[in-house]
């Protein structure tokens, strides 16, 4: 399909599962018609790739600066009305120590 049919740019997408396999290959495809893709899994590192190389290929992926506080992991965008958008990843054990470390 051609990007004349088929055409997302200024358009936002939320695509759960993007670190790999079907997930990933979606996150592509989509951002190769010009989406802004959100890359969002339970694996950071992978889904830090994917963004990577999808912004390596000129699409637009996670803009927003990475907020790693090592129990919390976020990103931030901007959608097309300019409202500013929070996504995060959180590991409830990490968490848990952090807070038990604190007090």
């Known amino acids: 399909m051609s990007r004349d049919h088929f055409n997302l740019d200024g358009r936002i ?3 759960a599962g993007a670190s790999r396999g079907i ?9 190769e018609y010009g989406a802004h893709v959100l890359v969002t899994s339970r ?7 994917v963004a990577e190389s999808i912004r390596a ?25 300019g409202h500013i958008w929070e996504i995060f990843w959180m590991d ?11 007090s």
């Open 43 to 49: 694996r950071i590192e992978g889904c830090q790739a």
């Open 92 to 102: 409830m054990e990490a968490a848990k120590a952090a807070m038990a470390s604190a």
């Open 13 to 15: 997408a939320l695509v």
């Open 57 to 81: 290929a000129g699409g637009k992926a996670d803009p927003g600066p990475v907020q790693d506080h090592g129990f919390m992991y976020g990103r931030s965008f901007e959608d097309p009305d």
């Open 23 to 31: 997930g990933e290959a979606i996150a592509r495809r989509l951002a």
